[in-house]
């Protein structure tokens, strides 16, 4: 009977066992899959990214093209206001002219009427000879006077005729010079406003360009959004996942701090201000006051605040290679001190800039920095 159950147990034991190692070959096809799903929306993003950059340089390059359009477009419509006003100075002289014309006819038809009235007299009554007037005088002194009567009479009516056909002659010759003004005026105007048409239709379809490349860009822009988006929500779910197992490099430096990647090293999206960014180093998600590590034997450079990265610990571990463990919640070492790999340097925190409790690891070789994976 003991023997049967041993049986069993071993057996039961043996299936637990078969399943725990189909699960634990399971989880790293699975985290590749997930990997290769996430790094295909990067992908996808990126592409997403660079469409739209590429729209917004086309972007920019046509809006100085309309710049430049409507600078020419100000001056057309400058040179057709000039026009314009021109063309209504002279419509505006015509019109004053066309009264001054009534008035003069007016005046014209009055002398007019006056000379014909002395005609009408002199056929009524007849002719009277100036010699009957001069040979009528009763003595010299009198003829002397009836010869300088006589030539003003003349004069009278030679005057009155000449006023008359000049002041028409006057009209008739403005009138001539400001048609000719006004047609020559309304084909300038005519080419000025055809030409304001032109340069004003040219802006119109550059700003429409604008406008469909801004919606294009806008719909990169929400396609980027969403793959990123897709790949993050990979990436969570690769780190609530226990079969993740985190890259490795030399495997000189230990892990700082124990927990899921929540930020990349490299180019991402600032969790604050929303730009793209250069992360120079991982960001290792964690609780409030967990102990954080030095990942190798090092001397303490640096134990204080620095903007953006709160309270921070620098270590020089020679050759060049310096690590960097920021938003700590407070400090445990101090400038000067020797630690060994794996000492306790800080605990977790948010300070700085930060969103979160996490660990910003960095490492850096003379200076600049460079992948963590690397040494881990």
């Known amino acids: 009977m003991r023997t049967w159950i041993n049986g069993r147990r071993q057996a039961g034991l043996a299936c637990v066992l078969s399943a725990g190692f189909f699960l634990t070959s399971l989880a790293p096809v699975w985290a590749a899959t997930a990997e290769e799903e996430k790094q295909s929306y990067e992908d996808q993003a990126a592409e997403k990214l660079r469409k739209s950059q590429e729209i917004q340089t086309r972007i920019n390059s046509i809006s100085e093209e309309k710049r430049l359009l409507d600078e020419e477009a100000d001056k057309a419509i400058a040179a057709h206001k000039e026009a314009k006003a021109n063309l209504d100075e002279t419509a505006a002289r015509m019109s004053d002219n066309e009264a001054r014309l009534k008035d003069v006819q007016a005046d014209y038809d009055k002398k007019s009427g006056a000379l014909g009235k002395r005609v009408r007299?002199?056929?009524?009554?007849g002719q009277i000879s100036y010699l009957d007037v001069l040979f009528g005088a009763k003595d010299f002194q009198d003829f002397l006077t009836r010869m300088d009567l006589l030539k003003k009479v003349i004069q009278q009516d030679y005057d009155l005729v000449q006023v008359v056909f000049a002041e028409k002659q006057d009209i008739e010759d403005t009138q001539k010079q400001l048609a000719e003004d006004r047609e020559k005026q309304e084909g300038l105007e005519l080419k000025a406003r055809q030409a304001r048409e032109v340069m004003e239709?040219?802006?119109?379809?550059?700003?429409?360009?604008?406008d469909k490349m801004k919606n294009d860009k806008a719909v990169f822009d929400r396609q980027y959004d969403e793959l990123m988006a897709a790949s993050k929500q990979i990436t969570r779910m690769i780190q609530n996942s226990h079969y993740h197992v985190q890259p490795s490099g030399s495997g000189a430096m230990i892990w700082p701090i124990s927990g899921p990647i929540t930020s990349e090293f490299g180019w991402r999206t600032h969790p604050i201000s929303g730009d793209q960014r250069f992360h120079s180093g991982l960001d290792i998600g964690g609780d409030y006051g967990m102990p954080?590590?030095?990942?190798?034997?090092?001397?303490?450079?640096?134990?204080?605040w620095i903007s953006?990265?709160?309270?921070?610990?620098?270590?020089?571990?020679g050759?060049?290679?310096?690590?960097?463990y920021g938003h700590n919640q407070s400090l445990a070492v101090s400038v000067g001190q020797s630690v060994s790999q794996g000492d306790v340097i800080s605990y977790c925190g948010s300070t700085g800039n930060s969103t979160g409790p996490h660990c910003?690891?960095?490492?850096r070789q003379n200076g600049e920095p460079v992948s963590p994976y690397g040494y881990l």
């Open 292 to 304: 954080v590590h030095a990942a190798q034997s090092g001397t303490v450079t640096y134990a204080g």
């Open 201 to 210: 239709q040219k802006v119109k379809k550059r700003q429409q360009l604008i």
């Open 319 to 324: 050759g060049g290679i310096t690590t960097l």
């Open 308 to 317: 953006g990265y709160g309270n921070t610990v620098i270590l020089d571990h």
């Open 360 to 363: 910003h690891f960095e490492v």
């Open 121 to 125: 007299d002199i056929y009524i009554n």
